[in-house]
């Protein structure tokens, strides 16, 4: 059964500490996704890449937070401080995009439960 | 540009009732129409889509959504409702017009079934 792996689940760290959050997509899929969600803001689109290639991260904070794909079956979501107000629930997803106008699905991690105190 | 509009924040029914979930969306073109589910401490799953074809459209646990372009709305929907149903639902819309294939997600709408 394919899915979305995320690490850690959880996580509780102290402002001023990095945080790198991993998701590995689901095998096959060429573009993902990073998500945040809190109760306020919902969920926010941070970044997402195609062919490991960032295609869009207007959505990220860009003086802490960075996004990569070293390879096709690792992202990383870094934040470097972190900060109290950066506790959320972040969300990998992933899907197959192959043509333009591609109706293909995509399936989200279980999420990673950042606390920062 | 693409939105999409969730009017309401809670919807409550009664154990075996209908229920309905509303969406409304904007799209410059075509759209592809989602719903998602989301448990208490869980990430969203896939509960159905709209690509093209029948206006409605079948999806797990017994949801169905009707697509309406003449509305710009696609409500989900399950003629029986259970309690197990209880969760955060949203709805996203992708134009069919982009190959960035990003989704733009509503606020969500948190359905409590009570017994």
């Known amino acids: 059964d394919a899915r979305v792996t995320q690490t850690p689940r959880h996580k509780v760290t102290e402002m001023g500490q990095e945080v790198t959050m991993r998701c590995q997509p689901i095998l096959g899929h060429n573009t993902v996704f990073w998500y945040r969600q809190t109760m306020m803001q919902g969920l926010e689109l941070l970044a997402y890449?195609?062919?490991?290639?960032?295609l869009d991260d207007s959505g990220m904070p860009k003086d802490r937070f960075s996004a990569e794909m070293p390879d096709a079956t690792l992202a990383t979501l870094k934040i470097q401080p972190s900060e109290p107000r950066d506790s959320a629930v972040y969300f990998c997803?992933?899907?197959?995009?192959?043509?333009w106008g591609s109706g293909n699905t995509i399936y989200f991690g279980e999420g990673s439960w950042l606390t920062v105190v | 540009a693409q939105s999409v509009a969730q009017p309401e924040d809670q919807v409550n029914v009664a154990e075996g009732n209908p229920l309905t979930v509303k969406c409304t969306y904007s799209v410059s073109g075509n759209p592809y129409l989602f719903w998602y589910v989301q448990y208490p401490n869980r990430g969203l799953q896939f509960l159905l889509k709209?690509?093209?074809?029948?206006?409605l459209v079948k999806g797990s646990y017994g949801f169905e959504a009707e697509f309406n372009k003449s509305q710009t709305s696609f409500h989900l929907k399950k003629p029986s409702a259970l309690v197990s149903d209880s969760a955060l639902y949203f709805c996203?819309?992708?134009?069919?017009?982009?190959?960035?294939?990003?989704?733009?997600f509503g606020d969500g709408t948190t359905l409590t079934v009570k017994p």
């Open positions: 996203a819309v992708r134009d069919i017009a982009t190959n960035a294939g990003k989704s733009t």
């Open positions: 709209y690509i093209t074809g029948d206006n």
């Open positions: 997803a992933s899907g197959l995009v192959l043509i």
């Open positions: 890449f195609r062919n490991r290639a960032p």
